[in-house]
């Protein structure tokens, strides 16, 4: 299994500029969830999925989206980058939904410019 | 964003000995908790787990302890060893949505 894997590993974006963070799993995990980690904090939750179709907001979902269309991927969408959106985003999944095992992916650094 | 704090941002241990980690949180509903690890570049990864019915859990090498009369919890390295050096996040449950620490950072001296 490869796990959770997740590209780009890097990525730098002007203010205004839209662009798509992919993550995907293959350990048939329903339960998919974005997370993004500023300097000296902890993760945030922005969105997470506990099943195809579904998807609901984390702590801070403002300005990014979110589909789950299969199993297995969790794209989170960035339609219009902000300075403030500048951080190392991490996609985890688990079994099931909230009180599981979570497993990250190695993350993707976004700087916005 | 909810209240899930450390007493102490970085600790500093000699090889071999315990460290122990510390976690508050505010939340009596939380039904479950996990600790992490994570080096420098990489993604957390799951060091132990706890639920909210247990007061103890033990693993290879870490322990974790649950006390909710006070909120917090605990995670306990025995022989630390260099490769422990990392920060260490805890994380609580409550529904579908996990709330995480702030870290704390630990450096093992050889």
């Known amino acids: 299994n490869a796990g959770v894997t997740q590209t780009p590993k890097f990525q730098v974006l002007k203010t205004g500029q839209s662009m798509t963070l992919q993550c995907a799993q293959d350990?048939?995990?329903?339960?998919m969830s974005w997370y993004r980690q500023d300097p000296g904090m902890g993760l945030r939750l922005i969105h997470y999925?506990?099943?195809?179709?579904?998807?609901d907001q984390g702590e801070v979902p403002n300005g990014y989206n979110v589909s789950r269309s299969t199993t297995e991927d969790f794209p989170l969408r960035l339609l219009s980058a902000a300075p403030s959106q500048t951080s190392v985003y991490f996609c985890?999944?688990?079994?099931?939904?909230?009180?599981?095992?979570?497993?990250f992916g190695p993350g993707t650094r976004l700087t916005v410019l | 964003g909810e209240n899930v704090g450390l007493h102490l941002p970085t600790l500093s241990v000699q090889e071999g000995d315990n460290s122990i980690i510390n976690c508050a949180y505010s939340?009596?509903?939380?039904?479950?908790f996990i600790w992490y690890k994570q080096e420098s570049g990489k993604g957390p990864q799951f060091i132990i787990d706890?639920?909210?019915?247990?007061d103890k859990r033990q693993g290879q090498r870490v322990t974790v302890l649950l006390n909710k009369t006070v909120k917090h919890l605990s995670l306990q390295i025995a022989a630390t060893q260099p490769g422990d050096s990392a920060v260490y996040f805890c994380?609580?449950?409550?529904?579908?949505?996990?709330?995480f620490g702030t870290g704390t950072s630990l450096t093992v001296i050889p």
């Open positions: 985890a999944s688990s079994y099931l939904a909230g009180a599981d095992t979570q497993y």
């Open positions: 350990m048939n995990h329903e339960y």
């Open positions: 999925s506990v099943g195809a179709g579904i998807t």
């Open positions: 939340n009596s509903a939380s039904d479950y």
């Open positions: 706890i639920r909210s019915n247990m």
């Open positions: 994380a609580e449950n409550r529904g579908n949505q996990f709330y």
